[in-house]
């Protein structure tokens, strides 16, 4: 092995590999155990997010497959209709050309080419992160046997009545021209205003006062509304209002919607550009007006006076105008949710439009009644309550998108505008007996991308044909997601997966928090604080990581902001952790709660982690390697220690079963580093030496001692290798002969299971006893500045017989590393010198102090740093004492200080009592 641990020098080799052997594949005679990777975007990089939820897949992948689980990690990628086609049109605009030059079948040729040139670059990323996907499964949203599948779905649920086409309100994006679905709109808070406009009554009586943040909706308004209970406006229901500006009148309704509490009491009512208004006017039967064009321009239902205008030019007029007649009341500055396209940056505008819709009703009741009777598990159980209330209040989903890039709708129209579905012309024509004579022309529409996201779990085995992957693997185990789509892709797989395959796609659905920065700061381009998981692995310079952050910013005047954060963050750039110390990191992040903060101190102690396990491996190989580890038979004698460490390691074992098992990442992290660096490394090889390098120990007892290093060892490496792959295999394959474990891959090898034979509840509680022992030297060494290596005289008093049964069974171990220069029992009654004190159980632990020290050298010492740490006192003190400090500091710096004043006074505590006792000498 290598002197100082590099995983530059071990990661990708390795990998390569475990790929090119083709160890990934589903190999095991045990249950089948499948995961679906969430397909991530084709035209993606991989981020924090897409690492932890790897990190979290392949961690229970490799466990499996440990197991002897016949397990199959699927993966893929998604087209990412919008995102790749805006991609390649930049491409072409570039150029100077653009798509309608090429034409519908030249654009998409253009589409594939830059996917087989541009768009592996995700997988290639997530390699680096050690997944262990079977790539040579590995599917694409577009390819053959996925594009029968949605069209077979499609055609079917058509057939059913599940599927139609209707105008209905879409969220619209007026630059890509296209419906898009909520995940897609990105709501802020900004600065705007809020237009208080006056209607007047048509018998001359007076006006109402209505207020919007869109004025220029109001030339498509269709009825004022006013709650039914309001008495300001009871006796107006029914009556009519003047429409500004347009010559129509428009009546007066009632409804429960108005919340009489805001702003005047009345409301504008514009069905076709409003959601809220779009149901307010179905349950009244008003006309709707749509009064937009596809790119958000008036059309020809808007007054003359308008027409052609874009919908700021025409607020901008139509607010003079009302001005103007008098009919503007009053403008107020007013902060509002401005929902943008999140691929344009456009606001999104609410368009009534003709798409094909899924009629999810019928579908939503068995998905419902799957997570109510148990088929389906949601970790934690309570994001249960929140599919619930999605599927519950659950509306029709528009499924049609206006691009070119994706799965083109199966329905053609003759001249007559008669719709036909099928899977194909020919079809249609056979289905509907349509002669060649009929011209039939293809919807121009694709598929919304989470479509074909929702039959994931199937058409990736192999639907709709019947195969041997699909009747293995159908349902798959666990779905691993964030809670941001719960609905728009979890509930849509159940649902479509309880209709095609009669079954759940998945037994449980565990929900993953998010992942944000070191403040609690959801990760973003605009922030400027999204963290690229390659470079914490392979680290980065400051110059290259202020390049990247403020590089293609849609907020400029951030740059100087973010630039400012940066360099105060990492003013070194940040450094080359690996993947190992980066997948820890993860996994000890991962507990139960909804948002995550990471923090580089937690990923630099797991690198140290890294550091650890390495050195220890050295230790122990420098210690076996050409020693008789009892391969071969002989005599193995254990010590205490060895006996102890087997016994802990068997609660380790399992303990990380039984949190892997119920998704608890954190705590198997958590059991592993205790163990592996408290246990194993910090006690077990200090204890392991005297027996190895002791003149009186047996053969048979250092024979014991190396079998149980390399054994403990291979099984410590076994624990670790779902989370750690790559120095687990290192290692790995360096330790195995040692320990008589036969393979080429650990990852073939079985996972430790607890073997209840080798705890030894005894050695346990004699091991304690020994660190106490041990650490009460240790603590009293460091009070007193008494230098590590001096032989200390020990004293214990108020003994028990078993405390000298304990240290006649462990005085090797205390006499290495505790270094007592004499050991007395104090007789029952007998005086206690004066001495520095530990506790070992009931026991005290005595070092005299006479002699040890230099009294008054030690006396000066203690008093300067008794000073010092006053002054430090009195200065916290005198911050918290200024009321205006306390009152005009943010809270979480008062709480800092109070913390300081704790401490400061707890070290000042301890330091005047040994001060006392050093002047009683």
């Known amino acids: 092995m290598q002197k100082t641990y590099d995983p530059r020098a071990i990661e990708q080799s390795i990998y390569q590999e475990w790929e090119n052997r083709g160890w990934f594949a589903p190999a095991g005679e045990g249950s089948p155990y499948c995961i679906l990777l969430p397909p991530p975007n084709v035209t993606g990089t991989l981020h924090m997010g897409h690492a932890f939820q790897d990190t979290l897949m392949d961690t229970l992948v490799r466990y499996h497959r440990m197991r002897g689980d016949n397990t199959l990690w699927q993966g893929g990628t998604d087209h990412a209709g919008i995102a790749t086609q805006m991609v390649v049109e930049r491409q072409l605009a570039r150029e100077g050309r653009n798509r309608h030059e090429l034409g519908r079948e030249g654009f998409l040729e253009k589409v594939w080419e830059w996917r087989e040139q541009s768009g592996h670059q995700i997988q290639q990323q997530m390699r680096r992160l050690g997944t262990s996907v079977d790539w040579s499964r590995e599917r694409f949203t577009m390819d053959e046997g996925l594009s029968r599948a949605v069209t077979e779905v499609f055609v079917r649920l058509y057939d059913e009545g599940l599927i139609y086409r209707g105008k209905r309100l879409v969220n619209w994006d007026p630059v890509l021209h296209t419906a898009v679905s909520d995940l897609e709109v990105l709501s802020e808070e900004e600065q705007g205003k809020l237009w208080h406009m006056r209607y007047p009554l048509a018998d001359g009586s007076g006006h109402l006062v209505v207020a919007t943040t869109r004025p220029?909706?109001?030339?498509?308004?269709?009825?004022?509304?006013?709650?039914?209970?309001?008495?300001?406006?009871?006796?107006?229901?029914?009556?009519e209002v003047e429409l500004p500006l347009t010559g129509r009148r428009i009546p007066v309704i009632?409804?429960?919607?108005?919340?009489?509490?805001?702003?005047?009491?009345?409301?504008?009512?514009?069905?076709?550009?409003?959601?809220?208004?779009y149901a307010v006017g179905s349950r009244h039967d008003l006309p709707m007006i749509n009064l937009f064009?596809?790119?958000?321009?008036?059309?020809?239902?808007?007054?003359?006076?308008?027409?052609?205008?874009?919908?700021?030019?025409?607020?901008?007029?139509?607010?003079?105008?009302?001005?103007?007649?008098?009919?503007?009341?009053?403008?107020?500055?007013?902060?509002?949710?401005?929902?943008r396209g999140d691929?344009?940056?456009?606001?999104?505008?609410?368009?009534?439009?003709?798409q094909w819709y899924v009629k999810v009703g019928p579908l939503a009741e068995p998905a419902i009644q799957a997570v109510e009777d148990g088929r389906i598990r949601f970790v934690p159980e309570n994001w249960s309550k929140t599919y619930f209330e999605w599927m519950r209040n659950i509306e029709d989903w528009c499924i049609s998108r206006q691009i070119w890039w994706g799965h083109r709708i199966p329905a053609w129209y003759d001249d007559a505008g008669n719709l036909y579905v099928a899977r194909s012309e020919d079809e249609v024509r056979e289905k509907y007996s349509l002669d060649a004579q009929v011209n039939l022309t293809r919807d121009a529409d694709v598929l919304d991308t989470w479509f074909s996201s929702a039959l994931w779990p199937f058409s990736t085995l192999g639907w709709p044909d019947k195969t041997p992957e699909l009747d293995t693997f159908y349902p798959t185990s666990v779905l691993v997601t964030g809670f941001d789509i719960i609905f728009f892709w979890v509930a849509r797989m159940i649902m479509m997966g309880l209709k095609f395959m009669d079954d759940v796609p998945f037994r449980e659905v565990y929900v993953t928090g998010l992942i944000r920065d070191a403040e609690g700061q959801k990760m973003s381009k605009s922030k400027g604080n999204v963290l690229d998981p390659i470079d914490l692995i392979d680290g980065i310079?400051?110059?290259?990581?202020?390049?990247?952050?403020?590089?293609?910013?849609m907020q400029p005047q951030m740059e100087k902001r973010i630039a400012k954060a940066t360099k105060k963050q990492f003013p070194d750039g940040i450094p080359a952790f690996g993947t190992d110390a980066l997948r820890f990191t993860l996994a000890a992040l991962a507990t139960s709660g909804r948002d995550i903060k990471f923090d580089l101190g937690r990923i630099e102690g797991y690198r140290n982690f890294c550091n650890k396990l390495w050195n220890a491996a050295r230790y122990v190989l420098m210690n076996t390697e050409g020693q008789d580890t009892g391969l071969d038979g002989g005599e193995h004698a254990y010590s205490l220690a060895d006996r102890w460490?087997?016994?802990?390691?068997?609660?380790?074992?399992?303990?990380?079963?039984?949190?892997?098992?119920?998704?608890?990442?954190?705590?198997?992290?958590?059991?592993?580093?205790d163990f592996t660096w408290h246990d194993y490394c910090d006690w077990y090889l200090e204890l392991s030496k005297p027996v190895l390098t002791g003149e009186a120990s047996s053969e048979a007892a250092r024979r014991g001692t190396r079998h149980t290093l390399v054994q403990v060892l291979e099984t410590l490496l076994r624990l670790l290798h779902p989370i750690?792959?790559?120095?687990?295999?290192?290692?790995?394959?360096?330790?195995?002969?040692?320990?008589?474990?036969?393979?080429?891959?650990?990852?073939?090898?079985?996972?430790?299971?607890?073997?209840?034979?080798?705890?030894?509840?005894?050695?346990?509680?004699?091991?304690?006893?020994?660190?106490?022992?041990?650490?009460?030297?240790?603590?009293?060494?460091?009070?007193?500045?008494?230098?590590?290596?001096?032989?200390?005289?020990?004293?214990?008093?108020?003994?028990?017989?078993?405390?000298?049964?304990?240290?006649?069974?462990?005085?090797?171990?205390?006499?290495?590393?505790?270094?007592p220069e004499s050991i007395t029992w104090l007789e029952p009654g007998g005086e206690e010198p004066e001495s520095a004190l530990a506790l070992v159980g009931e026991m005290r632990l005595l070092i005299p102090l006479a002699g040890l020290i230099d009294k008054d050298a030690e006396i000066t010492r203690l008093e300067k740093e008794v000073a010092k740490v006053q002054k430090n006192l009195d200065q916290c003190r005198g911050r918290l004492d200024n009321p205006?400090?306390?009152?005009?500091?943010?809270?979480?710096?008062?709480?800092?200080?109070?913390?300081?004043?704790?401490?400061l006074t707890a070290s000042l505590r301890e330091l005047e009592g040994q001060l006392e006792k050093i002047r009683r000498l």
């Open 645 to 673: 460490i087997r016994s802990r390691l068997q609660t380790v074992i399992h303990d990380t079963r039984r949190h892997l098992d119920t998704y608890r990442f954190d705590l198997a992290a958590r059991a592993l580093y």
């Open 254 to 277: 009632a409804d429960d919607y108005v919340d009489p509490e805001f702003g005047s009491g009345c409301v504008k009512i514009t069905p076709a550009h409003d959601f809220n208004d």
């Open 724 to 819: 750690m792959p790559f120095i687990t295999e290192a290692i790995w394959r360096q330790v195995a002969p040692l320990a008589g474990s036969q393979g080429e891959t650990i990852m073939h090898r079985p996972y430790p299971a607890a073997d209840p034979a080798l705890q030894e509840a005894e050695a346990e509680r004699e091991i304690e006893w020994v660190k106490q022992f041990i650490l009460g030297m240790r603590r009293i060494r460091a009070e007193m500045d008494i230098p590590p290596g001096r032989p200390v005289p020990v004293v214990l008093s108020q003994w028990s017989a078993n405390d000298q049964a304990r240290l006649e069974a462990s005085q090797g171990f205390i006499d290495f590393l505790g270094k």
């Open 216 to 239: 220029e909706t109001l030339l498509g308004d269709t009825a004022v509304a006013v709650h039914p209970q309001d008495e300001r406006y009871r006796h107006l229901i029914g009556r």
């Open 343 to 354: 691929r344009s940056g456009a606001v999104i505008e609410p368009f009534l439009t003709d």
């Open 541 to 553: 310079t400051l110059d290259d990581l202020l390049a990247k952050r403020t590089h293609g910013l």
């Open 884 to 903: 205006s400090f306390v009152e005009r500091a943010p809270a979480q710096v008062v709480d800092k200080e109070r913390a300081r004043v704790a401490e």
């Open 293 to 339: 064009t596809i790119d958000a321009r008036l059309n020809d239902e808007a007054p003359e006076a308008y027409r052609g205008l874009d919908r700021y030019e025409a607020r901008e007029r139509i607010v003079a105008d009302l001005d103007a007649q008098g009919l503007l009341e009053r403008v107020d500055d007013h902060k509002l949710m401005v929902p």
